[in-house]
């Protein structure tokens, strides 16, 4: 098992809707895949969640200098500010809200705010993992059958520590943590593999993360959308694409594998 980061930044930011997508394409078969890899945060377990909540908390405590809906427009704005320094995860996440708690509250925020975003910040870091509905068993079948990887963005100790607590570690054959996810490390992921981008499935959450790159390099995507999406994840373009299937949840794979 081996661990890679990298330090590639995409900046673009996407919004996307699922109204175009052309159900009448012949799609690519299947028969061919010999790795599925699969995103963690969102796919495998409950993650945005956490942070949505965490956000609603802090415009609450930031209530007394200004709006909720401000609020959360001027965090995103100093959160994506700060993205190509921090790269994601729940460490860069509050380095924000204490930024914005000084910002918004013109360098009178009191210690003891600091000190429970602090500690909030440590609570989410040791919350217990939640996998999603038939995760597991999906993992279990499929790894009878193909090379299982998780392919994840984010802070490399905490993605660890959720796949230690998660117990999904033995199903993987490989773990692949980086800092974003381009098509240039997907493209390094499949040379490292030792196999063709057509015999690699990606399954994930994010159209922009966990398709796009993928399809973009010659790979197949399934998309399983997550009822929460960051805003930055989200992406404009409809996927019409010969190797990108929507599935309602992971479980699904199971009839088509
Ligand atoms: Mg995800």
Same mark, same amino acid.
């Given at each position: 098992?081996?661990?890679? *980061? ?13 109204? %175009? ?51 959360? /427009? ?7 500010? %700060? ?7 729940? #460490? ?5 809200? *204490?930024? /914005? /708690?000084? #910002?918004?509250?013109?360098? %009178? *925020? ?33 790894? =009878? ?5 998780? /392919? ?6 905490? =993605? ?44 994930? %959450? ?52």
């Amino acid at each position: 098992m081996a661990f890679f *980061i990298s330090t590639v930044h995409n900046k673009t930011l996407y919004f996307y809707t699922f109204t %175009n997508i052309h159900k009448d394409l012949a799609l690519m078969p299947l028969s061919k895949i010999k790795v599925i890899a699969f995103d963690a945060d969102d796919t495998l377990w409950v993650n945005e969640t956490l942070f949505r909540q965490a956000e609603r908390e802090f415009c609450v405590l930031m209530q007394d200098y200004l709006p909720e809906e401000k609020c959360n /427009a001027l965090l995103f704005e100093i959160e994506m500010k %700060n993205l190509p320094l921090y790269g994601y995860g729940i #460490k860069p996440f509050t380095l924000s809200l *204490i930024e /914005a /708690a000084i #910002k918004f509250s013109k360098g %009178n *925020i009191p210690v003891s705010t600091i000190e429970t975003l602090i500690g909030r910040a440590k609570k989410m870091l040791d919350a217990p993992i939640e996998l999603l509905d038939g995760i597991e068993q999906t993992l279990e079948v499929l790894s =009878q059958k193909y090379r299982l990887v998780m /392919a994840t963005k984010g802070d490399l100790l905490d =993605q660890e520590r959720k796949l230690i607590k998660s117990g999904l570690e033995p199903y993987f054959h490989h773990i692949e943590i980086v800092s974003d996810k381009t098509e240039k490390q997907y493209q390094r992921l499949v040379n490292h593999l030792d196999i063709q981008a057509e015999e690699f499935l990606m399954v994930g %959450n994010s159209v922009k993360s966990d398709i796009l790159p993928v399809l973009a390099i010659g790979g197949h995507g399934f998309h399983v959308p997550f009822h929460t999406t960051w805003a930055h994840e989200t992406v404009k373009e409809p996927v019409n694409h010969v190797n990108f299937r929507l599935l309602s949840s992971a479980i699904e794979m199971l009839n088509l594998l």
